[in-house]
């Protein structure tokens, strides 16, 4: 399947790119309220409560609260972003990069959750940024992406069905 990158920004100019608007709004308002539900919860201790805590039970519920807003984090700036020479896929966890060759297919049936990329070895991703919940958008841009590999060379049938 495609490489793990990180795509460097300054080297090339991108053609075209998506992220879901819905996802980052919600990831955002999610991060704002835990951030302020914790605060609360923290500050409602009297100090003899907080006292209690050691200093590893502080620093697990700082490391579990930093993990939390590092996953929201990571969700809110999913994106797809087409190159002169490649398309670069940033899922949660792992990023992609494929030639335009490699990539054979994009789908995005009614009903996906998201867009699939077939690549040219078979395996199948998930382009997290085209989310069926963006609705109109998503199939927008699914078409719009499709336009942008087929004319840089991507397989013959990437087009969304």
Known sequence: MGDAVKHDPEKAKPLWTFHP????MMTAVMGVCIVAVFAVIWF?????????????????????FGVVLWLLYRMG?????????????RNV????????????KLRFNPGDPWLQLFDADG???????VQASEGGRASAAAKQLAAVARSHGAGSTAEPA
Do not use: H, P
Not at 44 to 64: C, G, I, M, N, Y
Not at 77 to 89: F, H, M, P, S
């Open 77 to 89: 700036t999913v994106r797809v972003t087409a190159y002169e020479d490649a398309l670069v896929v």
């Open 93 to 104: 966890f792992k990023s992609y990069r494929f030639g335009w060759t490699e990539v054979k």
């Open 21 to 24: 608007a819905i996802i980052a």
């Open 44 to 64: 409602r201790f009297d100090a003899e409560s907080r006292a209690t805590f050691s200093w590893f039970q502080r620093l697990t519920l700082l490391a579990f």
């Open 123 to 129: 395996n199948r991703l998930g382009v997290l940024a």
